[in-house]
């Protein structure tokens, strides 16, 4: 009855057999999610057309190839470019965004495994009944139908420090900053911001607004006086002592120390017990880090609150979730999507070009860094000699496709902080779930004590004088339940049916088994390694420090150069990498 399809960068195979794990293998490793799992294929295996499901597993299987160094075909041809920027992410395309505002445009990137990498988009194409396609190629689908579109990676920004300018004239630049008011901070464009009601939780059979449960308890209240002393103070060397992007922070040995223990280890030391608030801040741990309080250091838990200063500040979100900002610098900088790279020896730009190539190769030399690349669709494989790369992607890829990685600062035991890892869900209705009475649908909206991350709306943001006919839920899953390589093996083994008992959890304990009638299509994107997770230790982790510093002709920007995955950081690193080169030129 079900169709299992997997798509990996555009292409269609079908998911070996022998490579499943069984029901019961998989319900046991996942036991806390074993109350939603029965009712989530009881409550669609009898409808009279049961909704198609698609599993998306992000990179692979070229990943695994990659890992395993089983793409070295020999090159078609070479080619000599300026500087060649490897990715597609946050850190990637805010380097382009850098060098384009600054009058440099004699660069390419290759987009890597996925275009936009963890600010991708999920398209559903009506007219084809059941389509995974990436958001570019939906905009310019021959279908008469618009496509329905929401985030199949990161959702939303919050509103940028005032050490983030980066990212203020970023989003400047945008359009989404429309200037600034009397004391300095930013004017927003009213359709940037999130539309009301922003956030729901359900708590004791009832939607509440806001997300931190009600009424405040004692530990509650003391925990967030304890933030407001933190918003602006100051460490020893006159440096906010949380500041983000995190490098600006200060280096005062004692709020440092605070890296040495877990956010929970942190939090009994200082008395604090609420059931509810340690709920709470467990789940903003694992929707910020893919990591809960027992995992993460105290220093990011508190750095979570305390960096931005504006807790209480409307986000910024799109249908599309970041893939809007991602697909907005790339117009920005005049970016223009090639199918393949031409034939040409020697590659100049007037106007920017990115391919859908990954790297497999890197070595430097004295005048040159020589890159290998390989078509995600073709297997195509050209060498490219550029003045300048900038690496923007994950360390972990980096460190095995470098030659002489050492050089660099990576050490032979070189282990990243550990990497979370995410099943996003898109759920596409014909029809709304009836919601409960004097209660409004919110964009995000999250169950108390899931394991889940609760849902999105992707059409939230959207103005209508009525509900649309059609319209994409978005629940998000931090699994911790085990470690991260484990996850990793327990999602990427099971079975279709099993993921979705994960992915619908919160929504069934929202609407009950009526909201199969509402569900057409699911989709489940496995990002495998989504982000770092800041553990403890991570701000003293030596071959971060290291990379951070390396100066050549290959520059490093990725967010996991600061050991966590937020588009800030990302962007930080991207334009630093820009810099450099802006500078040497």
Avoid at 489 to 509: H, K, V
Wanted: glycine share 6%; charged share 15%; with cysteine.
């Amino acid at each position: 009855v079900f169709a299992t399809l997997n798509f990996v960068s555009g292409c269609l195979y079908l998911h070996p057999i022998g490579h499943t794990m069984n029901r019961r293998q998989f319900l046991q490793t996942t036991a806390t999610l074993a109350t939603a799992a029965s009712a989530s294929w009881l409550g669609y295996r009898y409808l009279s057309r049961p909704p198609s499901i698609t599993v998306n597993k992000v990179g692979l299987p070229l990943a695994h190839l990659l890992r395993d160094q089983q793409l070295n075909a020999a090159p078609s041809r070479e080619h000599v470019c300026e500087t060649l920027i490897l990715g597609s992410g946050a850190a990637a395309l805010s380097a382009a965004w850098y060098l384009a505002r600054n009058g440099y445009t004699n660069f390419c990137l290759a987009d890597g495994l996925e275009r936009n990498g963890n600010n991708a988009a999920y398209a559903y194409l009506g007219s084809l009944k059941m389509s995974k396609a990436n958001f570019s190629e939906a905009k310019t689908s021959a279908s008469s139908e618009p496509p329905l579109i929401a985030p199949s990676g990161a959702h939303y920004l919050a509103q940028p420090s005032a050490e983030s300018s980066h990212i203020r004239q970023m989003l400047a630049d945008l359009g989404i900053i429309e200037g600034y008011n009397g004391a300095g901070n930013p004017i927003y464009r009213d359709t940037d911001l999130v539309n009301a009601p922003d956030e729901r939780l359900l708590i004791n059979g009832a939607w509440q607004d806001g997300i931190i449960p009600q009424p405040h308890d004692p530990d509650t209240r003391r925990f967030f006086a304890q933030i407001a002393q933190l918003l602006h103070a100051r460490g020893s060397d006159g440096r906010k002592i949380f500041a983000i992007p995190i490098v600006l922070s200060s280096q005062d040995a004692q709020w440092r120390e605070l890296d040495r223990h877990t956010f929970a280890q942190w939090l009994a030391a200082q008395g604090y017990q609420s059931p509810s608030l340690l709920w709470y801040l467990d789940y903003c741990c694992r929707d910020d880090y893919g990591q809960g309080i027992n995992q993460v250091s105290a220093y990011a838990g508190l750095h979570y609150f305390a960096a931005r200063g504006n807790e209480h500040a409307p986000v910024l979100t799109w249908a599309d979730g970041l893939n809007h900002l991602s697909e907005a610098l790339r117009a920005h900088a005049q970016i223009q999507s090639r199918p393949q790279l031409p034939n040409a020896r020697e590659l100049t730009f007037r106007q920017p070009e990115s391919y859908p190539y990954i790297a497999t190769q890197i070595a430097e030399q004295n005048d040159h860094v020589r890159v290998t690349l390989r078509h995600i669709h073709t297997g195509d494989t050209r060498s490219i000699r550029a003045q300048n790369v900038i690496c923007a992607m994950p360390l972990n890829i980096a460190q095995r496709i470098i030659q002489h990685p050492q050089r660099y600062g990576f050490a032979p035991d070189f282990r990243l902080p550990p990497s979370a890892p995410w099943l996003i869900s898109n759920f596409v209705l014909h029809s709304f779930p009836t919601e409960p009475k004097r209660s409004e649908l919110a964009w995000d909206n999250i169950v108390y004590g899931s394991r889940g991350l609760g849902y999105v709306v992707a059409s939230h943001q959207h103005i209508h004088v009525a509900k649309p006919g059609h319209t994409l839920f978005t629940a998000y899953t931090a699994l911790n339940h085990d470690s991260p390589a484990n996850v990793r093996r327990q999602l990427l083994a099971a079975e279709p049916r099993d993921l979705l008992d994960i992915a619908a959890q919160d929504l069934l304990t929202a609407y009950g088994k009526p909201f199969w009638q509402h569900v057409a299509h699911i989709d489940l994107t496995i990002r495998a390694h989504a982000m770092s997770a800041p553990s403890a230790g991570y701000l003293s982790q030596p071959t971060l420090l290291a990379l951070r510093q390396h100066q050549s002709r290959l520059h490093f920007a990725h967010s996991d150069l600061s050991g966590y995955s937020v588009f800030e950081e990302a962007a930080w690193w991207g334009v630093e990498a820009a810099r450099r080169i802006l500078a040497k030129r």
